[in-house]
DNA sequence: TCAACAATTGACCGATGGGACAATAAAAAG
DNA sequence: CTTTTTATTGTCCCATCGGTCAATTGTTGA
């Protein structure tokens, strides 16, 4: 265990408190004092460990930044193959407890923000780049150099659409259908130019 | 003309202002003042023809939802074939005026407040349901009656997807990287289960 | 010409929010 | 057991925002 100093897990628990407000009420509703109220504390408290409401929510976008990649990272190290790579990468961005509306509309709401805040741009730049080195390091086996690129792309944004969707009107897109559309995605886009190789 | 009545014509100018600043601010920082002033007005005359913000906000939605249906429809108008309703819409969906990140900054700020408004997340639905009938029309000649859905989901989620990354790192995807990605995604989904068809 | 009406403004109000701060409680260090 | 540091609270302040309203200025139509 290292987190033990009271500092950490008060920052811990205030950045959870803002994203669970930021769920249920929005960029625009999301208060200092409703976080406070959330966690439990008042609101001079919140603005002890963070020095504004800014940084606050730029650390709320980065504590579920941290969850996806911890999901996706548990299943890459189990994956054996470029094709378990692949997956291990779709899989976790469904995974049971993440694709849900709530968590959903917390994500469209600091995505919102993005363009206004160059700290939130840097962190979803840095996810974004992830995602695709995990996906290019899987389609290196699987399809021509030129094509990674694009088919990468494609996943990522059938991905962020697939979420946008399930934030959207929530019960229109299940867990099971989303990967399913990605999977039939990477396996149409691989057979495409690869009929040589279906047969293999 | 049928708009010549001065209600009408504030209306819109309004809602259009309403939009513009909601591309700049985002939602939580568009202010009826700052609508008023990009209007050359004062706040006051915001809330003689709008009751309040949310009926404002919800207007300039549906102003959003118009100009994007209206370059659809255009196209939709001369697509002979089946193929050409595909491409109407997913040219339509990318057009050079409208896929641009400020109209993509506004806008995911209204789609994250979906969840919160009734009304927003209704005019979200009409736009979700004619995209998908608009794609199914041109489907339904293109492919086997149990993957149509499948695939019209898959598209608009890729669309909305682009989109967003366009929203998130302006200049990660051009136009015409964009619309061949979901050429590419359909052809690659058609040809998936009907090689029959690729050579007739 | 005048009365009714629509448009428009600016002043005002209550509520709320972010943030500063001093006071207090708790804990750690010595 | 002090002293010093850290945690925590509640209060206060100021700016801002949404919304109301009365007053003013056109505009129109009898």
New binding site residues.
């Given amino acids: 265990m290292k987190l033990k100093r009271?500092?950490d897990i008060?920052r811990k628990e205030l950045r959870q408190a803002a994203f669970a407000v930021l769920e249920r009420e929005g960029i625009a509703g999301?208060?200092?004092?409703k976080v406070a109220a959330h966690a439990g504390?008042?609101?001079?408290?919140v603005?002890?460990y963070f020095r504004?409401?800014?940084e606050l929510f730029e650390h709320a976008m980065r504590e579920a930044n941290a969850v996806l990649r911890d999901a996706v990272v548990a299943r890459l190290r189990q994956a054996r193959s470029p094709m378990e790579r692949l997956d291990a990468v779709i899989d976790g961005n469904f995974e049971e407890h993440l694709f849900l509306p709530p968590l959903c509309h917390a994500w469209l709401s600091l995505c919102a923000e993005v363009p206004r805040d160059e700290k939130l741009a840097r962190i979803q730049k840095v996810l974004h780049a992830r995602m695709r080195s995990n996906l290019l390091s899987g389609l290196r086996g699987l399809a021509s150099p030129g094509e990674t690129g694009d088919i990468a792309l494609g996943v990522t944004a059938l991905i962020d659409g697939l979420w946008l969707r399930l934030g959207l009107e929530p019960g229109s897109v299940s867990r099971e259908q989303a990967i399913r559309q990605v999977k039939d995605f990477v396996a149409a886009r691989l057979a495409m130019r690869q009929p040589a190789t279906v047969g293999a």
């Fill in positions: 009271l500092s008060r999301a208060t200092l004092e504390a008042s609101k001079g408290i603005l002890h504004n409401k800014q």
